[in-house]
Nanobody, 130 residues
Framework: QVQLGASGGGLVQTGDSLTLSCAAS????????IGWFRQAPGKERDFVAA????????YYGDSVTGRFTTFRDRSANTEYLQMNSLKPEDTATYYC???????????????????????WGPGTQVTVSS
């Protein structure tokens, strides 16, 4: 199994940047995809970004395209979410998740569904003040 640990959340101001990290441990050889989701109080969990582990192809939600970027430290099995130009509407608990089950296509559509992921890490809170 794979375990995920997310960190890096905090309280920032509008326009600031923040980088979240998602460290994978355990059977990291089974990793296929790392995704990021967020959930604000009273709202559904939304897709933020994802990155295929082997190809490095990234996918982004419409609301973060151009502001958020994923990158990886392969040697540390850590995925990062660089968040720039943060807005109050970015306030949420952020989760990283992993897909380890083979045989399913990684597409711009499948990566946005939380059911596509079989492993979830604990959330990290991001609060953007206006």
């Amino acid at each position: 199994q794979v375990q995920l640990g997310a960190s890096g959340g905090g309280l920032v101001q509008t326009g600031d940047s923040l980088t979240l990290s998602c460290a994978a441990s355990g059977r990291t050889g089974s990793l296929l995809l790392i995704g990021w989701f967020r959930q604000a109080p009273g709202k559904e969990r939304d897709f933020v970004a994802a990155r295929a582990w082997s190809t490095g192809i990234s996918y982004y939600g419409d609301s973060v395209t151009g502001r958020f970027t994923t990158f990886r430290d392969r040697s540390a099995n850590t995925e990062y979410l660089q968040m720039n130009s943060l807005k109050p509407e970015d306030t949420a608990t952020y989760y990283c998740a992993a897909t380890t089950l083979p045989g399913r296509p990684i597409t711009a559509t499948t990566v946005t569904s939380d059911s596509f992921y079989d492993t979830w890490g604990p959330g990290t809170q991001v609060t953007v003040s206006s």
